[in-house]
């Protein structure tokens, strides 16, 4: 016999020891096993400076409930484990201890600082994996990856001289987000956007030609100082006398043109717009459609340019080593080395002094700032490498459109496609030292540029060996774009690779479609020749419970670690994904997690009754169909139903409605229902009876735990373990199927009829504060007569009847009679005697109010001619079902109360 179970179970003590065998038995190791269909998911890697957070805890719980249950399937279910190196965010860390010090990067140079940057890897890049240990994940941690490991950062430097090669990868000026404070480029997703106080100053600008003042309004007024046109409609009738005249720049007092562009909307302020192609990404995309000049007026440290900054430009330019996009930098005289603010507040003064400055509108907007530092992010053209998209953008269009790559829920697939229709060239440069360099050389002799895997050793063009390499690094996107292939091994074909590749399911959030997911399936397609995965899960996340998105600034973040250790990981997980859907926000709630909690310990508890009914010489399994009564077949058809629709559920990727139905099955049909019929068989007299009854609760329960291992992994094992002829885990067991020879709906509708009038029954004595103790006789008129004919026993039981009459039509005096109504019966109880007859009539009027409700709801439905018409027949079949036994209902309701007087 198993052990024996605690009195109360105890998460705190149980998870680690449970974790911790998993582990030491290899269980979450995946063999190659070609007799097995493989299933595999790859983690979105969290960065190695991560903390486990809420947003964490639901992505990884998705994915164990996805891998346990491939795994129960009999798949060779592979869960590739891995951390991000995070580039700014881990540079940042470094940077702060070593400021600590009294160092910067400059002075231990690039060398050192990558040794603190490892050293810090090492010491607390594995917080976040043991984090995810806690949380239950069953990860193939033998197969740990992390994006700078050799053999991805082998599979990056593959990557871009692949792509150099074909003329995919390219360096130039460009639009970029440039963080002043890091110093660095930064991709889209690291861009944050805070609501702030601004302003729109309508500014006036003078037209050479006519000598009017245009308006245009800008929140940016510090750049104007690098404006090269502006723009007006082409059809805007307003400005059709100023095709090919000019303004005046204020301040400047310099010639720039105007121009006709679609950019300039008639429909917003006054359809004159400034352009600052050096400063503004939508200005640049005008500047090249006009050839417009750039002149840049912001350093990259976020300072009003100067005479240096203009010589050094000038002189790059005058050795010949300029590239032909390279901006003209200006000299912003007295505004020079102020910061942009300061300038702002100089230049606005001056331009009301010029009269220039004709008004100011507050305003609340958006503004981009850098994820890691909260610096307001400046738009700048800036030398570097980027990827061209189009070419690459194609196929991963297609491959969605097709459907080789489904995206759940379906909505999302709009997402996708706007985006990658919309795509612009990456730029995947970062000043940044950790990370993986840019496998680029350039001759100091020469000015080639040299793309290889290896350090060359000369210039190939001219032989010197005078030879630097990039100082840059690759933004994390691009590494992590190679993920789903280069964890199994690519670009060596490796067994791995061909076994698991491509992957199955992607779980991930909505917010980073765009940034990761796009690139993933590009890369993929490219690379490989083979979409990376066939299904894309999304999830929402997880807000507080006000409905907040939690935030550092707000204080309502929830610690996950914190919630495992005071109600176990197996509540969060199940509050997780209670009453989730798939691509929808949820919100955080301790009351839920505390019910979940509950919930654990309700079948702990349940499980423990039925281990102290089982004799030591207990032999498992079920016992021959004809010893099966009424209630047997009752639980197993219900286990059969639950099993079927479960996996129908997960196979649908709703997980929330399969949790849902196996915590209903295990709470309310086993534990408050089975159990407690069976308790008199136990104690019967009868053995046959009682081990019947045993035989049944052990298989049920068995088959209930696999049903919700994925979900609850800790509390199923431990129990599961303790259940006599038990594997050594419950995890590589078998995922309950549905079983046609355990099956009778015939007897279960029949039983659930007899548990409904039960209900009923127990409803009404509640009500009424009827004791148990206080038994009565009672006439029942049903056309089902020969299912309470059978469940007797069960009415005598659980519905208190001292002797029951069956019959079709009642017909007696009602006097003093209770009525108690169902959808397939309807009760009379003498126990007038044992109640108040005005609360009797309210509880009566209640239940009406009720059903009339439901009637009407109903009814809506069915005079609804788009659900008539739209909706699955049997849905609207199972409506009108109803809608009829509501109609009986309330006649045998309206009776009773006539009854009553």
């Known amino acids: 016999m198993a052990k024996e179970l605690a009195k109360q179970y105890d998460p705190q003590s149980t998870e680690d020891r449970i974790y911790q065998d998993w582990c030491d038995k290899g269980y979450f190791h995946t063999q190659i096993d070609r007799s097995k269909k493989p299933f595999t998911i790859v983690m979105p890697p969290p960065n190695v400076t991560g903390q486990l957070h809420m947003g964490h805890a639901m992505d990884e719980t998705w994915q164990d409930i996805l891998i346990r249950y491939k795994r129960m399937q009999g798949y060779a279910a592979l869960w590739v484990p891995g951390t991000d190196h995070a580039s700014i965010a881990t540079e940042a860390k470094v940077v702060a201890a070593m400021q600590e010090e009294g160092l910067t990067k400059e002075m231990v140079g690039r060398d050192g600082f990558l040794e603190r940057a490892w050293a810090w890897k090492e010491k607390y890049g594995n917080r976040i994996v043991s984090q995810l240990k806690k949380l239950g994940c069953s990860c193939d941690w033998e197969r740990e990856r992390f994006t700078m490991d050799e053999g991805c950062s082998d599979a990056v430097k593959d990557v871009f001289v692949r792509l150099y090669d074909k003329g995919l990868i390219y360096r130039g000026n460009r639009m970029v987000n440039w963080c002043p404070h890091c110093n660095t480029s930064i991709s889209d997703a690291e861009v944050e956007y805070e609501e702030k106080d601004g ?19 800008t929140t940016r007024p510090e750049t104007m100082l690098g404006d090269t046109a502006v723009a007006i409609n082409t059809e805007d009738p307003r400005y059709a006398h100023l095709h090919g005249c000019h303004v005046i720049l204020p301040l400047l007092n310099k010639e720039i043109p105007i121009v006709c562009d679609e950019h300039a909307d008639m429909e917003k302020g006054t359809g004159v717009v400034k352009i600052t192609p050096a400063h503004d990404p939508n200005d640049f995309e005008v500047g090249k459609r006009h050839n417009l000049p750039m002149i840049r007026v912001l350093t990259y440290d976020g300072h009003m340019t100067g005479a240096a900054d203009k010589a050094a430009a000038d002189a790059l330019k005058a050795s010949g080593r300029a590239a032909a996009d390279e ?34 509108e ?51 697939t709009k997402n996708y496609l706007n985006w990658m229709y919309g795509t612009r060239d990456w730029c995947i440069s970062r000043q940044l030292w950790w990370g993986h360099q840019i496998p680029a050389w ?62 199955n399911t992607l779980v991930t959030g909505y917010d980073i479609i765009g940034f990761w997911v796009s690139r993933m399936i590009f890369s993929g397609l490219a690379y490989t020749g083979k979409a990376p995965f066939d299904t894309v899960l999304i999830h929402g996340i997880v807000r507080d419970s006000q409905g907040r998105k939690m935030s550092k600034s707000l204080g309502n973040g929830i610690d996950p670690l914190e919630v495992i250790a005071q109600y176990g990981a197996d509540a969060l997980r199940m509050m997780l994904v209670v009453g989730s859907t798939a691509g929808n926000d949820m919100r955080y709630s301790e009351e839920r997690v505390k019910a979940c909690r509950n919930f654990a310990n309700k079948l702990w508890n349940a499980s423990r009754f039925v281990q102290m009914n089982l004799p030591e010489d207990f032999v498992p399994g079920l016992p021959d169909v004809s010893l099966l009564d009424m209630s047997d077949k009752w639980v197993l058809t219900q286990l059969n139903t639950t099993a079927r629709d479960a996996t129908a559920n997960l196979d649908k990727y709703e997980m929330g409605l399969a949790a849902d139905k196996i915590e209903s099955f295990i709470w309310e049909v086993y534990c408050d229902w089975y159990i407690e019929i069976c308790k008199a068989r136990l104690n019967s007299g009868d053995e046959q009876q009682a081990d019947t009854a045993r035989k049944v609760l052990v298989y049920v329960l068995s088959q209930a735990l696999k049903l919700l291992h994925p979900f609850m992994p800790f509390v199923t094992e431990a129990i599961y373990q303790s259940l006599p002829g038990s594997a050594e885990t419950i995890m590589t067991e078998q995922w309950p199927a549905f079983d046609a020879e355990h099956n009778w709906p015939e007897e279960e509708a029949d039983f659930a009829k007899l548990m409904d009038y039960i209900k009923a029954v127990r409803a009404v004595r509640n009500d009424m504060n009827v004791h148990p103790a206080k038994k009565t006789s009672m006439v ?16 005598a039981r659980f ?27 309807r009760g009379f109880i ?46 609207v079949e199972d409506v009108r079902a109803k809608l009829a036994a509501a109609k009986d209902k309330q006649a045998n309701i309206r009776q009773s109360i006539e009854t009553l007087g």
């Not at 969605?400 to 829920?409: A, L, N, R, T």
């Not at 029942?780 to 009415?795: N, P």
Request: proline letters at 6%.
């Open 199 to 217: 302003s729109f100053w309508h500014l006036l600008y003078q037209v050479k030609e006519t000598g009017e003042m245009l308006e245009l309004a």
């Open 327 to 360: 901006p003209d930098v200006l000299d912003c005289g007295k505004y020079a080395g102020m910061t942009a603010m300061e300038a702002r507040k100089a230049i606005l003064a001056d331009l009301e002094a010029g009269g220039y400055l004709k008004s100011t």
């Open 362 to 412: 507050p305003l609340k907007h958006e503004v981009g700032t850098c994820y890691r530092c909260h610096t307001v992010i400046e738009p700048m053209v800036s030398k570097q490498w980027f990827v061209k998209m189009e070419p690459l953008a194609k196929p991963a269009i297609e491959a969605v459109e097709k459907g080789d790559i489904k995206f759940v829920p379906e909505r999302f």
């Open 442 to 503: 350039y001759c100091a002799d020469c000015g080639e540029t040299i793309v290889a895997k290896e350090a060359p050793k000369t210039c190939p063009h001219c032989g010197s060996t005078n030879l630097t390499q990039d100082p840059d690094t690759l933004d994390t996107w691009f590494s992590s774009a190679l993920w789903p292939f280069s964890t199994l091994g690519w670009p060596k074909e490796t067994e791995d690779l061909q076994y698991f590749y491509p992957t």
């Open 780 to 795: 029942i008129e049903t056309a089902d007569a020969e299912a309470f004919r059978k469940g007797e026993v069960y009415l």
């Open 799 to 825: 519905a208190f009847a001292t002797d029951v009459t069956l019959t079709d039509r009642y017909e007696g005096s009602t006097s003093g009679m209770v009525q108690v109504n169902t959808t397939s019966a």
């Open 830 to 875: 003498p126990m007038m005697e044992l109640i108040d007859r005005d609360k009797e009539l309210a509880r009566l009027n209640k239940e009406l109010a009720k059903t009339e409700k439901e009637l009407a709801m109903f009814e809506n439905q069915l005079s609804n001619p788009k659900f008539v018409e739209k909706a699955p027949a049997k849905l």
